[in-house]
């Protein structure tokens, strides 16, 4: 009924947001895009990427292509790397579960969904184009810049305490430690995949990840799922320091109006690289392979630098961010490569083994059952 209501009105209304039930998975969010012009196809973005976000690209996108009309389902990672898999594993025909375009922030999942043979291969002029740490097997292809931040309440933590380095937030956390007990917050990287991937990199790059984890035990560090809870969080108060956010949200939020500043650490960066994929049981194969060489195009990713993501791999850093005048010239970029070494990440006895270190270090407790949220 609510799917036969959307298509009736579509024609008269600017693209609107409805729940739609998926199953077991819970909800997904749906978001139709008309075309401007008669409608030639309908091509159907299944992604775990905020709506508000892909907006701006998918409405360029169709400048280009006004005769398309596209539906974005919105999910959190889990549900979606679920749903395709299972599509892919019982060879589900396109009518039974549309899905041109699948695009996620825990990368891993996009590269397990290619391993298994769950995705189409295109080569172009912008494939060609993209560093290696962000294309894999011409089939798993990073599109954004996105820089794992350290965040803070400018009315709440001195200028002087402001942390531009993993070593300085530590040293501030041992200087004062009652100033900042239980006003420190990162994810819950038991629930978060993003939370995960930015700790097992984090790890493996920094001597000071011990002391860093030490630190926040001390601390009392506070722990959140989701990017957008740590922001508000951020916002009320209850923390005034964050570390590792997603930097793309935590830019968004300040654009609004959020009292809220942002640095980029200067020791190293972790940048996250959300990845899009062609499932082989697309159904509008020419205009899914389109619209990924639109989103690593120039023009694309001008549209995300300026609108989406906010955020570039050699340009500038955005206005108000503290930090290099770029993330490239400054030598900082750790990227967390699109490829096979993603699934060593995954691993599931050295998972665990991370994750009862990590709660033994911050005094965390294990997850009771209950549904298990993770990033968009």
């Not at 909800?27 to 508000?52: G, K, M, N, Q």
């Not at 596209?70 to 395709?84: C, K």
């Amino acid at each position: 009924m609510i799917g036969r209501l959307a298509r009736a009105l579509a024609p008269r209304l600017a693209p609107f947001l409805v729940l739609l039930a998926a199953g077991a998975a819970g909800a997904e969010e749906v978001t139709r895009f008309p075309a401007s012009e008669h409608e030639r196809t309908v091509l159907t973005i299944r992604a775990a990427a905020d709506a508000d976000a892909m907006a701006p690209l998918i409405r360029d996108y169709q400048q280009l292509y006004p005769d398309v009309t596209v539906v974005y389902h919105e999910y959190v990672t889990a549900d979606l790397f679920g749903e395709v898999a299972a599509a892919c594993a019982a060879g589900r025909a396109a009518r039974d579960y549309p899905a041109d375009v699948v695009i996620s922030s825990s990368v891993d999942h996009l590269i397990k969904l290619a391993n298994d043979g769950c995705a189409r291969a295109h080569r172009s002029f912008e494939t060609a184009r993209q560093p290696d740490w962000a294309a894999w097997r011409d089939e798993v292809f990073g599109f954004t810049t996105e820089p794992a931040v350290i965040a803070y309440r400018p009315d709440l933590v001195p200028p002087e305490d402001v942390p531009h380095s993993r070593v300085a937030l530590v040293d501030l956390l041992r200087r004062k430690p009652e100033a900042y007990a239980g006003r420190i917050g990162s994810y819950d990287i038991t629930l978060s995949g993003i939370g995960y991937l930015f700790a097992a990199y984090d790890a493996r790059a920094a001597a000071t990840y011990g002391r860093l984890v030490e630190a926040f035990g001390r601390a009392d560090l506070r722990v959140r799922c989701c990017t957008g809870d740590l922001i508000a969080d951020l916002e009320a108060g209850r923390i005034v320091i964050g570390y590792n956010l997603l930097g793309s949200y935590v830019y968004r939020a300040m654009r609004r109006g959020a009292r809220i500043g942002l640095v980029v650490p200067r020791d190293y960066t972790l940048v996250l690289s959300r990845a899009v994929l062609v499932p082989v049981t697309a159904r509008a194969v020419g205009d899914a392979f389109a619209f990924v060489d639109y989103l690593l195009s120039a023009r694309g990713q001008k549209v995300s630098r300026e609108e989406a993501f906010f955020f570039d791999r050699t340009g500038p850093l955005p206005s108000g961010v503290e930090g290099p005048p770029s993330l490239a010239t400054a030598g900082i970029l750790r990227p967390i490569t699109v490829g096979p070494v993603l699934l060593a990440v995954q691993d599931r006895a050295k998972r665990a083994r991370f994750l009862a270190e990590w709660r033994q270090s911050i005094g965390a407790e294990a997850p009771r059952g209950g549904p298990r949220r993770q990033e968009p």
